[in-house]
């Protein structure tokens, strides 16, 4: 499937992630650890997240042990990460974050993606993704989706359902400065 690109607020997070831990799937920050272990966040941790990487999956979407990759160089040296796709499917979920540019909220990029394929090391063999994976890949982006698509150039952005429901949003500003905003564009 093709990635989905969608403009979101805050609380569109953590609809997003209780949604997901509420369909069975398990969430995973995915960033530098001290150690080679994964950070599976709690339902508690979900609700203090308003921005990062993650990955969703569902336990029997891991066909073996994580595999870990210790960082040699940079700011994150000596620490490690998962490499994904690897023994493991599972939906990618980036979401930017809200920021305050200049006095004015930006609402954040969101983008939603997920795998066709997974490396199972050490046989270093490709295997197709389960079907499973893409229905619940629909069943995100439909969560998400308010039904409002807003055009820029060559991409097409989903505005969120959190961002509707904000009565602030047309005083609020795009991700980025070339999609056009306004009250009537939101109201499509």
């Known amino acids: 499937m093709a990635d989905r690109q969608f403009i979101h607020s805050s609380a569109d997070v953590t609809s997003t992630l209780l949604y997901a831990f509420d369909t069975g799937l398990q969430v995973r920050l995915d960033e530098p650890q001290q150690e080679a272990c994964p950070r599976i966040l709690s339902r508690a941790e979900i609700c203090r997240i308003d ?3 993650l ?3 569902r336990p029997e979407w891991s066909f073996g042990p994580f595999q870990f990759i210790q960082i040699s160089e940079g700011y994150n040296v000596g620490k490690y990460f ?10 990618a979920v980036y979401f930017q974050g809200e920021r305050i540019n200049e006095g004015r ?7 939603v993606s997920s795998q066709s394929e997974w490396l199972e090391m050490p046989a ?3 295997h197709s993704t389960p079907t499973d994976v893409q229905i619940l890949f629909k069943r995100i982006v439909a969560h998400l989706a308010s ?3 807003i055009k ?3 991409h097409k952005y ?8 904000d009565p602030d949003a047309a005083k609020c500003g795009p991700p980025f400065d070339f999609i056009p905003w306004s009250k009537e564009v939101l109201q499509q």
Not at 82 to 91: A, Q, T
Not at 158 to 165: A, E, M, P, S, T
């Open 51 to 53: 921005r990062g990487s």
């Open 55 to 57: 990955y969703l999956f």
């Open 82 to 91: 998962v490499s994904p796709g690897v023994n493991c499917v599972s939906l």
């Open 105 to 111: 909220r930006l609402f954040g990029n969101c983008v």
């Open 124 to 126: 270093k063999v490709l």
């Open 147 to 149: 039904g409002v698509v």
């Open 152 to 154: 820029a150039g060559v």
């Open 158 to 165: 989903q505005v969120c359902k959190g961002v509707i429901n």
